[in-house]
């Protein structure tokens, strides 16, 4: 069954305060009461798995400003998108250790860029050590939603994921069902290897508005389906019993009319979204206001629209705005 209220999980921690990804972020996030935080994974180039929104860092630490990695930048082709700057998997994690996290939107998020410089980068058995420590120390079970990122890209270049994170998660004492995890990522492909592992956690596919899923244009090229297709009757179907929930972006939910909240559930899929950001430039336009980006607009009035679909879990960047809305 549904839960009565959605499963409030702290997107990258805390980032509307903090940049993201960073230990302040996180530690931020428990504070606040969120039930579960989302980091994403990639890999260094000696199979370190580390906590960044992508594998291309020149916007989240201060790379950038290491005289000694300039010969690093590249440009790269990372799920068919051409992209110039410096990737975790040409650092070993003794040199991405020397770099500092910073504010990936600073123009919008002023106070939290005044934290660069200060912290390193989190690798993921820090991050499952603080949840643990987090959860006793507040005194209520914090969950780990993972975020799988690049698989296929990764595996190009000798770096399979999915040996790294159940290395990671064992250690850690995250595979056995003690501790509440999903594991979650736009490439089905990673989420079933994941599976024939043995690690006990829910499943979660991502599903974005538009495009196509990479693992399956890597493997079929043009005739891959689109991701809007398996929110329909027939994608929803092939879904079943191969995950146990989906994840969409917002937008999905917020068009009139949508049924996929309901037609999930028929098919016993959690549904979670993201992501629930206050500030106008990430409303959808008939919720924002005056005030320029930066400003919050009647975002409660957009997380009312979803709230009311009936979904599992939203990814909130504020988390206490979000523990108070939805809770």
């Known amino acids: 069954m549904p839960r009565k209220s959605p499963l ?20 931020l996030a428990f504070v606040m009461g969120v039930d579960a935080v989302e980091p994403d994974v990639v890999a ?9 929104h992508e594998n291309e860092i020149s916007g989240t630490t201060d790379v950038a400003e ?3 990695f300039a010969d690093r930048r590249t440009t790269k082709s990372i799920d068919g998108e051409r992209l110039t700057g410096w990737f975790t998997e040409d650092f070993t994690w003794d040199e991405l250790a020397t770099l500092r996290t910073r504010e990936r939107l600073p123009r919008i998020r002023t106070s ?32 780990l939603v993972l975020e799988v990122k690049h698989a296929t890209h990764f595996a190009s270049i000798g770096l399979d994921l999915v040996p790294l994170i159940e290395r990671d998660l ?13 594991i979650e990522s736009f ?70 009319g949508s049924t996929i909240v309901p037609d999930a559930h028929a098919r016993d899929l959690r549904v979670f979204t993201w992501t629930c950001r206050p500030e106008n430039q990430f409303l959808s336009e008939r919720f924002r206001t005056g005030g320029g980006k ?3 607009g009647d975002y409660e009035a957009e997380w009312q629209v979803l709230a009311d679909t009936g979904l599992d879990g939203v990814f909130v960047d504020h988390a206490d705005l979000g523990v108070a809305f939805f809770r």
């Open 8 to 27: 409030i999980i702290g997107h990258r921690g805390a980032p509307g305060y903090r940049p993201e990804h960073s230990r302040s972020s996180y530690e």
């Open 44 to 52: 260094t180039s000696d199979g370190v798995l580390v906590i960044r």
């Open 66 to 68: 290491h005289p000694e």
């Open 112 to 143: 939290s860029a005044t934290f660069d410089g200060r912290q390193p980068i989190l690798r993921l058995p820090d991050l499952l050590a603080m949840i643990r420590e987090a959860s006793v120390e507040h005194g209520r079970e914090i969950g």
């Open 170 to 182: 064992r250690a850690g004492g995250w595979a056995s069902g003690e501790l509440p995890l999903v």
């Open 187 to 256: 490439e089905q492909t990673v989420l079933t290897r994941l599976q024939r592992t043995g690690i006990a956690a829910s499943f979660v596919y991502l599903i974005e508005a538009s495009g196509r899923p990479f693992d399956l244009v890597d493997r079929l090229g043009p005739d891959a389906p689109e991701y809007a297709s398996f929110v329909t009757a027939a994608g929803l179907d092939s879904l079943q019993g191969a995950v146990d929930g989906i994840s969409v972006n917002k937008r999905m939910l917020l068009d009139p």
């Open 294 to 296: 930066a400003a919050f």
